[in-house]
């Protein structure tokens, strides 16, 4: 087992970096438009012809109601019509990418997010699964993932029937603060009981996992209001929790203009808010998986992570990163072999897309031999804080030292600062340095030097 995480304010101060989740390697940032449609038909080919197992992702981006902090690619509309036009060019897209694909390439995970996946109808919803079964080799036996994101206020039972019906048995809900001080300054106001509903719901039909989402550094959140919310939410048990740092960047992201920065928490009220939430949720016997994630022991991540086999890809940590990621619907990401390619972030511009019936494919990025490699590490250290170096110099035939030897320096002062143990055969991300690892992954991200950091939100 993995010992548990130690605070250290002075590290923190010293490594709260912005930088990359890496999610990806070389991130979204490095995408551009010379990659395309054909590069993605190539990379499908090749995936058929190994018949690798799937992952799919769908985008549905219609939310009902604004959340002033949030950042996804969403489309905020009242009027439910919108879903179909929609729709209509995502089967085409699912019709278009499954024919250049095997049958026998099972669909080993599935995840619907947005948006709020459940502002379409149950018939929309019916037809949508109907399509990715006729298309795709979906599993019969409960055995794959296939998860969906839920709001609260968009769903009650019979929407949580209807969704374990289709296939779905893992949810993942979107809850962020329970304190009404706090929802009103968001806009997202959302009960412990409408919450509570959903919960017992997915208990009841016997959902194999359920993920609840919060958020740290919202405006009007204090460490003592964020604490009761953190309570409320062990005492409804989800398997994991997922707790992320508010980065306020209304420059970026116009929703956020409608939050007063001077109802936001200070930087160490911030620190104090996941200080404790780290010592209430490992108190209540969840394990840190890393990046803001966490889950109780006989969850999957946390046997995968003790196991060594736990992945990262565009849907966060994962036990299925052997699989190639399809992603389906307008901003989605897909990751094919050493592809990984974007469609269109505009609604119009993927809907015209598809009715030219062209895929919206519209940037990306190709993985060469350096890619693979930093990569390699980057995964290795953010899903399992160990790094030997013998194992990439097997896999990429290279001298560790040699090939990152203008990085040792760095290394060492990481290693004197705690944050790490280094010596000839591996890295070690130190208790004291786990919250920090994206920072540790950072020195080797060939790219950052010329990326703008503000696009990225900082470690803590």
Not at 285 to 301: E, V
Not at 303 to 330: K, M, P, W
Request: glycine share 6%; aromatic share 8%; hydrophobic share 40%.
């Amino acid at each position: 087992m993995l010992d548990a995480i130690r605070w250290d304010t002075d590290l923190i101060r010293r490594y709260d970096l912005a930088g990359p989740r890496y999610t990806s390697y070389p991130t979204a940032v490095q995408f551009d438009s010379q990659v395309g449609t054909f590069d993605l038909f190539h990379a499908l080919r090749d995936s058929r012809k190994a018949l690798r197992p799937l992952s799919l992702y769908v985008h549905v981006p219609f939310c009902a109601n604004i959340c002033y902090y949030c950042a996804c690619n969403k489309v905020i509309t009242k009027d439910r019509g919108r879903a179909l036009p929609y729709l209509q060019r995502l089967e085409q897209e699912i019709q278009l990418i499954a024919c250049h694909l095997d049958p026998a390439q099972k669909v080993e995970q599935l995840h619907f997010g947005g948006g709020t996946p459940t502002f379409l109808s149950h018939d929309e919803l019916r037809q949508l699964m109907a399509q990715l079964r006729k298309h795709f080799n979906l599993l019969d036996d409960d055995s794959g993932d296939y998860g969906i994101e839920i709001d609260p206020r968009e769903a009650d039972w019979s929407t949580m029937g209807l969704l374990r019906e289709l296939g779905f048995n893992r949810v993942s809900i979107g809850l962020q603060d329970l304190d009404p001080t706090v929802q009103r300054a968001v806009n997202r106001l959302q009960s412990l009981e409408e919450t509570r509903a959903v919960i017992d719901a997915a208990r009841t039909l016997q959902f194999r996992s359920i993920n609840i989402d919060l958020i740290y550094g919202l405006p009007k959140q204090t460490p003592e209001n964020f604490a009761r919310t953190v309570d409320e939410v062990i005492n409804l048990q989800p398997d994991r929790l997922s707790v992320f740092n508010y980065a306020h960047l209304p420059e970026r992201f116009m929703p956020q203009r409608r939050i007063n920065s001077n109802d936001l928490p200070t930087p160490a009220q911030k620190l104090e808010m996941l200080q404790r939430t780290i010592e209430q949720l490992t108190a209540a016997g969840y394990r840190y998986i890393g990046m803001d994630h966490f889950a109780l022991p006989d969850d999957d991540l946390a046997i995968a992570q003790e196991e060594s086999t736990l992945q990262r890809n565009f849907q966060g940590y994962t036990t299925h990163g052997h699989c190639d990621l399809i992603g389906l619907g307008v901003s989605a990401i897909s990751q094919v072999g050493d592809l990984y390619c974007q469609n269109s972030s505009d609604l119009n511009q993927y809907q015209n897309a598809l009715a030219s019936a062209q895929l919206a494919t519209s940037r990306g990025l190709i993985c060469n031999a350096d890619d693979r490699l930093r990569r390699a590490v980057i995964q290795q250290l953010i899903c399992h804080f160990n790094l030997e170096f013998a194992t990439i110099e097997q896999a990429f035939n290279i001298d560790f030292r040699g090939y990152f030897g203008e990085l040792w320096p760095q290394l060492q002062d990481m290693a004197e600062d705690g944050l790490i143990e280094l010596d000839n055969q591996r890295i070690t991300v130190l208790p004291a340095g786990r919250l920090l690892v994206r920072s540790v992954c950072m020195v080797f991200d060939a790219y950052l030097e010329h990326t703008n950091r503000q696009r990225f939100s900082r470690v803590i």
